[in-house]
């Protein structure tokens, strides 16, 4: 048995498609039945805008880690980290998924590992994508979603989002039981 559904293509990634995605993002879900979305916010305006969006589904925001831009710096901001938990949401900060300890070997060997070569295979289909997929083995791995249910993953290029996918969620460990089910919106390359 096949189904079909639509897919929207963007003419160009960012953030100007942030508000679109979040729509169709939120449309999918109600179809689906899916209750937890994952999304990726550096300063925490995307994640303000999906807090709002999604009030009364369980909403995990995924940041940078500490130090990421600079030593000791954290990006988000302390009033977006205010109005993100205000609005119901959960906000998790932690080593990325395929960067972690590989980011200190790359820097300090010259070298790439296993974790830049899946990154950069996922990129191959958009950054927003290879984002939308690290962030929920992040929240999986931090117990924030349930992996057996289907999730919505939202992520995007250097700022806002352009890229939802439902997927099914799986650790870190297993990522390879992961499963990209929808894709739901993208830029195109």
């Not at 189904?3 to 993002?25: H, I, K, M, R």
């Not at 099914?168 to 390879?176: L, T, Y």
Request: hydrophobic share 40%.
């Amino acid at each position: 048995m096949a189904q079909q559904t639509t897919a929207v293509y963007f003419d160009s990634p960012g953030s100007e498609n942030t508000e679109q995605v979040l729509e169709l993002a939120k449309t999918r879900a109600r179809e689906l039945g899916i209750r937890s979305i994952v999304i990726a916010s550096t300063t925490g305006n995307t994640g303000v805008k999906a807090a709002q969006e999604f009030k009364g589904y369980r909403v995990v925001v995924v940041t940078h880690t500490t130090g990421f831009k600079a030593p000791g710096t954290q990006e988000l901001t302390q009033d977006n980290r205010q109005r993100i938990e205000k609005l119901g949401a959960t906000i998790f900060t932690g080593a990325h998924a395929f960067g972690g300890i590989s980011h200190a070997v790359r820097k300090t060997f010259s070298t790439h590992v296993l974790g830049d070569f899946i990154a950069n295979t996922l990129r191959i289909f958009g950054q927003g994508l290879k984002v939308a997929v690290e962030i929920t083995l992040m929240a999986a791995d931090a117990g924030l979603i349930d992996i057996g249910e289907d999730v919505i993953a939202i992520g995007g290029t250097v700022s806002g989002a352009d890229t939802a996918i439902v997927l099914k969620p799986a650790h870190a460990h297993d990522a390879f039981s992961l499963r990209i089910k929808e894709i739901i919106c993208k830029p195109k390359l």
